[in-house]
């Protein structure tokens, strides 16, 4: 009888021990992959914000060019002499034109 009441015991402790774990397992997650994520997703949308003429850049596709022109949501870059392209500000991911944002 005795170690039936421990047992019972036992379980109603582990029930609170299991929400304590899965309390730090989200904690963790947070700090090591969820903030980490939107601090990034804040940095590019900055970046893609702060664009100006004259920008040497690199689109998702691996296209370096110049910006030339920039509009609401598109920008016009500058691969080589005379070519043009435009692209979606979404499409760009680096600027190389200073070279400590590298």
């Given at each position: ?56 850049v690199v689109t998702i596709g691996g ?15 500058e691969v080589d002499s005379n070519v043009k ?18």
């Amino acid at each position: 009888m005795f170690t039936i009441l421990q047992a019972a015991a036992g379980q109603q402790g582990g029930g609170w021990s299991m929400w304590i774990m899965l309390a730090l397992i989200f904690v963790v997650m947070w700090f090591f992959m969820i903030r980490p994520q939107r601090k990034q997703q804040k940095e590019l949308q900055n970046f893609r914000d702060s664009l100006k003429k004259g920008d040497k850049v690199v689109t998702i596709g691996g296209i370096y060019g110049t910006v030339t022109e920039i509009k609401e949501d598109s920008v016009l870059i500058e691969v080589d002499s005379n070519v043009k392209i435009r692209v979606s500000k979404q499409a760009l991911v680096k600027d190389f034109t200073d070279p400590s944002r590298q």
